[in-house]
């Protein structure tokens, strides 16, 4: 039986010998390489895509720098490397960069790390044998099994990026441009002369990307895939990873950097339509890759207290302004208690210095009656008259973006944690503890939705909130229940993390809004995030039958 077993495993290694050797050999630039006529008709598709081949590359981006959490991976990281075709050395060109993804599926079915991705350094040469696939038009070369990934060889010259242009990539709406921008595609770039213009907080305020502009307005997106723009808040995932948590200091927007260096990913816009929202975007990896020709005040550490006052409390606002290339001129608050006041508008006032400090301000805004709508936002400027707002204001917006609050004397309502004037939906309360009461329009129990969703009546909009985590599979429909916990955004939902819940003994069965679904102005997702959570009825305005056209979309929906 044994010597039967040994027979096999020889057999078997034999066979995995057998397939590397048999696997065919393809350069990076040729899996990478699309003709310019296919480009033109907006296809980017690489000729050997669902191949498996074999290839090698030298490292550009140490394994242990990617940050990308999953949590269908054995372990929870997935780990990426970047690489530069062998021939001609490690300096960046046309059709000479790609992604790898460093995850294979083992006999169990699970998707695992292999082992020895997180461990390669810049300047590394690897074999790498793979399946070519691609990921919203990211050309993608996925490892096949354990035996997979290996290296083989080095260089002592590490690195260099190739100089593009990002209006080679993105024009100024940031679609991408394939005739000039594809052959970039996982190549090590130093864009040049750039400047913030917008800061772009997702993931409940817990990552960051920005976009920065040329000269001409083009637009790129530049974002977190690796631990160099990883905020402090950020866990490291990645076992090889050289730090415990992220240290970014986000820029603040109109800094302007001579030289902004990172790899190049694909998130296909434009003439590719619906498969992605980014176009060319651009992904930093190492500190030195930011270098600051000049930047604005930084506006950090900014606190209101209290969060929601009372009709007889001032709300008074703290903050920190700093300018790291010289000095800071001017700090004014600007607010108002008038709805329909445009924020240009504003009157301002300046913020008071803390005595015996030197970047710690303060303004109080007065008591407001119950139920008053305050906006307000701080503009600081240094003494090369660069300017900065909280919260940031895109460059070329013809108005300032504002925090605002609600007046509220009987506590915290749904309403507040809902209402976002933010495009993406994001509560302004994201990340941060509350208290508020509502009526369960559905429970956790197996006869219900499975889910818990609570409404406020005093409200026809942004009055519901999907509730998760402790005490709360004892609620039934139609009871008011008191939830405290930490507001979070999960995928593009607003939702409440739990940590009590209790009754008040107050019932009420909640009716629906009701909508009509053949209003094209409705369907839209800015003005449907007002009902987000909240229990609604679609009704045709002729009570005519609503047909469901689409049965099966996917997760269940239709």
């Given at each position: 039986?044994?010597?039967?077993?040994?027979?096999?495993?020889?057999m078997?290694?034999?066979?995995?010998?057998?397939?590397?050797?048999?696997?065919?050999?393809?350069?990076?630039?040729?899996l990478?390489?699309?003709?310019?006529?296919?480009?033109?008709?907006?296809?980017?598709?690489?000729?050997?895509?669902?191949?498996t081949?074999?290839?090698?590359?030298?490292?550009?981006?140490?394994?242990?720098l990617s940050?990308?959490?999953?949590?269908?991976?054995?372990?929870?990281?997935?780990?990426?490397?970047?690489?530069?075709d062998?021939?001609g050395?490690?300096?960046?060109?046309?059709?000479?960069?790609?992604?790898v993804?460093?995850v294979?599926t083992?006999?169990?079915?699970?998707?695992?790390?292999?082992?020895?991705?997180?461990?390669?350094i810049?300047?590394d040469?690897?074999?790498?044998?793979g399946?070519?696939?691609?990921?919203?038009?990211g050309?993608?070369?996925?490892?096949?099994?354990?035996?997979?990934?290996?290296?083989?060889?080095?260089?002592?010259?590490?690195?260099?990026?190739?100089v593009?242009?990002?209006?080679?990539?993105?024009?100024?709406?940031?679609?991408?441009?394939?005739?000039?921008g594809?052959?970039?595609?996982g190549?090590?770039?130093?864009?040049?002369?750039?400047?913030?213009?917008?800061?772009?907080p997702?993931?409940?305020?817990?990552?960051?990307?920005f976009?920065?502009?040329?000269?001409?307005?083009?637009?790129?997106?530049?974002?977190?895939?690796?631990?160099?723009m990883?905020?402090?808040?950020?866990?490291?995932?990645?076992?090889?990873?050289?730090a415990?948590?992220?240290s970014?200091a986000?820029?603040?927007?109109?800094?302007?950097?001579?030289?902004?260096?990172?790899?190049?990913?694909?998130?296909?816009?434009?003439?590719?339509?619906?498969?992605?929202?980014?176009?060319?975007?651009?992904?930093?990896?190492?500190a030195?890759?930011?270098?600051?020709?000049?930047s604005?005040?930084l506006?950090?550490?900014?606190?209101?207290?209290?969060?929601?006052?009372?009709?007889?409390?001032?709300?008074?606002?703290?903050?920190?302004?700093?300018d790291?290339?010289g000095?800071?001129?001017?700090v004014?608050?600007?607010?108002?208690a008038d709805p329909?006041?445009?924020?240009?508008?504003?009157?301002?006032?300046?913020?008071?210095?803390?005595?015996?400090?030197?970047?710690?301000?303060?303004?109080?805004?007065?008591?407001?009656?119950?139920?008053?709508?305050?906006?307000?936002?701080?503009?600081?400027?240094?003494n090369?008259?660069?300017?900065?707002?909280?919260p940031a204001?895109?460059?070329?917006?013809?108005?300032?973006?504002?925090?605002?609050?609600?007046?509220?004397n009987?506590?915290m309502?749904?309403?507040?944690i809902?209402f976002?004037?933010?495009?993406?939906?994001?509560?302004?309360?994201?990340?941060?503890p509350?208290?508020?009461?509502?009526?369960?329009?559905?429970?956790?129990?197996?006869?219900?939705?499975?889910?818990?969703?609570?409404?406020?009546?005093?409200?026809?909009?942004w009055?519901?909130?999907?509730?998760?985590?402790?005490?709360?599979?004892?609620?039934?429909?139609?009871?008011?229940?008191?939830v405290?916990?930490t507001?979070?955004?999960?995928?593009?939902?607003?939702?409440?993390?739990?940590?009590?819940?209790?009754?008040?003994?107050?019932?009420?069965?909640?009716?629906?809004?009701?909508?009509?679904?053949?209003?094209?102005?409705m369907?839209?997702?800015q003005?449907?995030?007002k009902?987000?959570?909240?229990?609604?009825?679609?009704?045709?305005p002729?009570?005519?039958?609503?047909?469901?056209n689409?049965p099966?979309?996917?997760?269940?929906?239709f």
């Open positions: 039986m044994k010597k039967a077993a040994l027979v096999f495993s020889l078997l290694a034999g066979s995995f010998m057998l397939s590397a050797q048999t696997v065919p050999y393809v350069s990076i630039f040729d990478s390489f699309v003709p310019q006529a296919q480009l033109a008709a907006c296809n980017d598709t690489s000729a050997y895509l669902g191949d081949v074999r290839t090698r590359g030298i490292v550009v981006t140490d394994g242990g940050e990308v959490p999953s949590g269908s991976v054995q372990g929870g990281n997935r780990p990426f490397v970047f690489l530069v062998t021939a050395g490690p300096v960046a060109g046309p059709w000479k960069g790609i992604e993804m460093g294979y083992n006999s169990s079915g699970q998707q695992v790390p292999h082992p020895n991705i997180t461990n390669v810049a300047g040469i690897v074999e790498v044998i399946i070519v696939g691609a990921f919203n038009n050309l993608q070369l996925e490892i096949l099994d354990a035996n997979s990934f290996s290296i083989v060889g080095s260089t002592t010259t590490m690195p260099t990026p190739a593009v242009s990002v209006g080679d990539l993105n024009d100024a709406n940031r679609n991408n441009i394939p005739t000039t594809e052959q970039w595609e190549a090590f770039v130093d864009l040049q002369n750039v400047t913030v213009v917008e800061m772009i997702f993931a409940g305020g817990s990552r960051i990307s976009n920065v502009a040329d000269g001409n307005g083009n637009l790129i997106n530049v974002s977190d895939r690796f631990l160099a990883k905020l402090p808040s950020h866990q490291t995932v990645n076992p090889a990873s050289p415990m948590t992220g970014f986000p820029p603040v927007v109109g800094t302007f950097y001579s030289s902004l260096k990172g790899v190049i990913r694909h998130d296909g816009n434009g003439c590719f339509t619906g498969n992605g929202t980014r176009g060319y975007e651009l992904h930093p990896f190492d030195s890759h930011f270098t600051i020709g000049f604005p005040p506006i950090t550490n900014f606190n209101r207290d209290p969060s929601i006052p009372t009709s007889n409390q001032d709300v008074e606002l703290t903050f920190n302004v700093a790291a290339d000095t800071v001129d001017t004014m608050v600007y607010w108002s329909n006041v445009a924020s240009s508008a504003f009157t301002g006032t300046p913020a008071t210095l803390v005595a015996g400090t030197t970047d710690d301000y303060s303004f109080n805004i007065p008591a407001q009656p119950n139920g008053t709508f305050v906006r307000y936002y701080v503009r600081a400027v240094d090369d008259n660069n300017e900065s707002f909280f204001t895109a460059v070329g917006a013809t108005e300032p973006s504002v925090d605002f609050y609600f007046v509220r009987n506590g309502q749904i309403q507040d809902q976002t004037l933010a495009q993406n939906g994001a509560s302004p309360y994201a990340g941060r509350v208290t508020v009461k509502g009526f369960v329009t559905a429970s956790t129990k197996i006869f219900d939705l499975g889910f818990l969703y609570i409404q406020d009546t005093s409200s026809a909009e009055a519901g909130i999907w509730c998760v985590g402790n005490n709360i599979t004892q609620f039934f429909r139609d009871e008011e229940v008191e405290t916990g507001v979070e955004e999960f995928f593009g939902f607003t939702r409440i993390q739990v940590a009590t819940a209790q009754l008040t003994g107050n019932r009420h069965k909640v009716a629906p809004v009701v909508l009509d679904p053949s209003d094209a102005a369907n839209t997702p003005n449907l995030e009902y987000e959570s909240m229990l609604i009825e679609y009704r045709d002729n009570n005519d039958k609503l047909v469901i689409q099966n979309i996917g997760f269940g929906e």
